[in-house]
């Protein structure tokens, strides 16, 4: 099997170590195209030596091609690229925002599949949403799972317009977890800590309270009410935040996020 990654960046290098690290394919047989010579070089430097900075004959050759370039620079690439389509191609895209109808269009391939990753698949501990025209066989489609689960986990949605909602969830995600870490980080020097201080206070936090909610299987509502005793400093906290509908107002932004995903479909 012969794979090619269009855009050697953050995606596309992550992708390109997980699944030669997992084994899952061969660096040999795993080509990328990136159009700058630097990223190129790069590439050729890591082991895989059928790096490439232009389009060509070779793609026609490939089992699968993964689309990981930002959706903006694949307006002007698609018609550089659609001559060196074979019929029927396998595609898998992760291209925030962009359709299976629009590559259809673009490219006149309907063996798409589109999947939404976030930025922790960069350590094996990404999730990916993701969904496939019915034209994708079973086993391409379990091929290419297990491809995604080289980086971390992942969740089939039948229903295309479920991928806008883990965009706005999953996708922007651990950007919002920064940012309460941030405000936690800044509270925290405002009480006196040094940054490395405030820091690994804040960092180990989060770290322990993730595992905890992974092992045990408690709601968080559950781990919530064991930290929370009656007239403490956490249920002052937490009676603040109710105050200034802070659970109200995350799911806005996240709603809003949502909205976006959708106009940038659009
Ligand atoms: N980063 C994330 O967390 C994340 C999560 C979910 C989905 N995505 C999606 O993944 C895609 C890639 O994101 P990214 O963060 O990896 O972006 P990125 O770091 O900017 O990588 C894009 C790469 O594509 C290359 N490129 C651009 N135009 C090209 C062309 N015509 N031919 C060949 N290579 C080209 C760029 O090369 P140069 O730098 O040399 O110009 C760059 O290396 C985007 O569509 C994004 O929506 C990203």
């Known amino acids: 099997m012969k794979i090619l990654i269009i855009g050697g960046g953050n995606m596309g290098k992550t992708y390109a170590d997980s699944f030669t690290a997992n084994k899952t394919i061969t660096k040999e047989n795993l080509y990328i195209l990136n159009h700058s010579q630097e990223k190129a070089d790069y590439f050729k430097m890591q082991g895989f030596q059928n790096s490439f900075i232009a389009v ?16 903006q620079d694949a307006k002007v690439f698609y018609p550089v690229l659609l001559p060196f389509l074979k019929e029927k191609q396998l595609l898998l895209s992760i291209m925030a925002g962009v359709t299976m109808q629009g590559i259809e ?26 969904t496939a025209a019915a034209q994708v066989t079973r086993e391409e489609l379990f091929m290419i799972q297990n491809l995604l689960n080289t980086t971390g986990k992942s969740i089939y949605f039948e229903d295309e317009n479920k ?3 883990v965009t706005a969830i999953s996708g922007s995600g651990p950007a919002y977890v920064y940012y309460f870490m941030e405000s936690m980080i800044s509270t925290a020097k405002d009480m006196g800590f040094s940054a490395a201080e405030a820091e690994l ?9 993730v595992h905890l909610k992974n092992i045990h299987q408690l709601s968080c509502a559950e781990w919530i009410a064991k930290v929370a005793s009656k007239g403490g400093t ?7 935040f109710a105050q200034f509908e802070v659970k109200g107002n995350i799911g806005k932004g996240l709603n809003n996020a949502l909205k976006r995903a959708k106009e940038l479909g659009n």
């Open 105 to 130: 269009e673009n490219l006149s391939l309907v063996r798409v599949v589109r999947a939404m990753p976030n930025l922790p698949t960069q350590i094996g501990m990404g999730i990916t949403g993701f």
């Open 201 to 209: 206070l804040v960092e180990q936090t989060f770290m322990g309270a």
């Open 163 to 165: 991928l806008d909602a």
């Open 56 to 71: 060509g004959d070779y793609i026609r050759e490939m089992d699968l091609i993964i689309l990981a370039i930002k959706p």
């Open 234 to 240: 956490t249920e002052v906290a937490l009676k603040t």
